[in-house]
T-cell receptor, first 110, second 115 residues
Framework: GEDVEQSLFLSVREGDSSVINCTYT??????LYWYKQEPGAGLQLLTY?????DMKQDQRLTVLLNKKDKHLSLRIADTQTGDSAIYFC??????????FGTGTSLTVIP | DTAVSQTPKYLVTQMGNDKSIKCEQN?????MYWYKQDSKKFLKIMFS???????INETVPNRFSPKSPDKAHLNLHINSLELGDSAVYFC??????????????FGAGSRLTVL
């Protein structure tokens, strides 16, 4: 539930791939999400994955889910400067109960 | 045509004052939330309302009182503001029981600074 963990910082060069990792806690989570927060803005949904899937691809984004290890990752291919933001993973434990990770601040170096 | 709108965007006030933040959504969602984001960017649920009924009330001081006059609005009133209340407060909404993922839509945030 509450201790959803992420690395706090990640720096990559423009054009490289970024991989943001998340460890969640509740094995009964039905959906897992990735949100993006740009400076001074609210959180924006990027993508989500159903718990019975192990991979989902959406253009430059690939989500991998390892349910056994409760590990979720987001890969951004060909990272651009506009991808610089804070990325949050979240788990939907039941109904309206969501728990967010600590957030990973991604810096893309030109 | 903003989906989840909250006002004010910025609020600077003195310790001990009472203030309110308003939130409205035009998505037809039946569940609304208040989240608090601290200076380290940690995001924590405070309250959730479903069809005007309180369904989540995390460990929040009772100086914070949410009010939902209808399912499109969820306001947050804070009494006797303290320095530690300084944060960004996000309103969000979702549609309970929707087929597929229950997706949160967030407002742009209200930055509260208590001096």
């Amino acid at each position: 539930g509450e201790d959803v963990e992420q690395s706090l910082f990640l720096s990559v060069r423009e054009g490289d791939s970024s991989v943001i990792n998340c460890t969640y806690t509740d094995s009964s989570s039905t959906y897992l999400y990735w949100y993006k927060q740009e400076p001074g803005a609210g959180l924006q949904l990027l993508t989500y994955i159903f718990s019975n899937m192990d991979m989902k691809q959406d253009q430059r984004l690939t989500v991998l889910l390892n349910k056994k290890d409760k590990h979720l990752s987001l890969r951004i291919a060909d990272t651009q400067t506009g991808d610089s933001a804070i990325y949050f993973c979240a788990e939907n434990v039941r109904g309206n109960q969501f728990y967010f990770g600590t957030g990973t601040s991604l810096t893309v170096i030109p | 045509d903003t989906a989840v709108s909250q006002t004010p965007k910025y609020l600077v006030t003195q310790m001990g004052n009472d203030k309110s933040i308003k939130c409205e959504q035009n998505l037809g969602h039946d569940t609304m939330y208040w989240y608090k984001q601290d200076s380290k960017k940690f995001l924590k649920i405070m309250f959730s309302y479903n069809n005007k009924e309180l369904i989540i009330n995390e460990t929040v001081p009772n100086r914070f009182s949410p009010k939902s006059p209808d399912k499109a609005h969820l306001n947050l009133h804070i009494n006797s503001l303290e320095l530690g209340d300084s944060a960004v407060y996000f309103c969000a909404s979702s549609l309970q029981g929707a087929l597929g993922a229950n997706v949160l839509t967030f407002g742009a945030g209200s930055r509260l600074t208590v001096l």
